[in-house]
Each structure stands twice: as structure tokens, then as C-alpha cells.
């Protein structure tokens, strides 16, 4: 496989991983890592990690969940 932006582009980035959220191959130079907040499953009171976990996304999707 290869990074879909490097591809249109006439790159050659290798691979790192798919965007969580458009599902397109991305390289170093295309994707951001990011962290994403762990919701749990429990009952009453905090539900939520204390660590945050990483997710992979392209540029176009961080830009559109970033705007400037």
C-alpha cells in the first residue's frame, strides 16, 4: 500500500497507518498522531481513562477537527 497523498502526489512516504477517521493510508509527512480520550464502560462516576490513548489521522481530517 501507499500513502494516498503521496501517491496523487509523486511521493514515496512509507506507510504508518490508516486515518481512524476517513480510513486512507497515511505516511509521517501526511498523518498526525494524536491522542483521543478512552471513554469506559462503568456505572455511576467518571468514565473516562486517566491515560489518553493515540489515534492516527490524516491531514484533512486533523485540519477539519482543528480549524484554524
Known sequence: ???YDCDLSGGSGTPIGVCSRCGLVICREHGRVTEAVVHLSRGPG???SDRPARR???HTC????HPA
Do not use: F, L, P, W
Not at 486533523?62 to 477537527?65: F, I, L, N, T, V
Open 1 to 3: 500500500m501507499k500513502c
Open 46 to 48: 467518571r468514565s473516562t
Open 56 to 58: 492516527a489521522v490524516c
Open 62 to 65: 486533523y485540519g477539519a477537527e
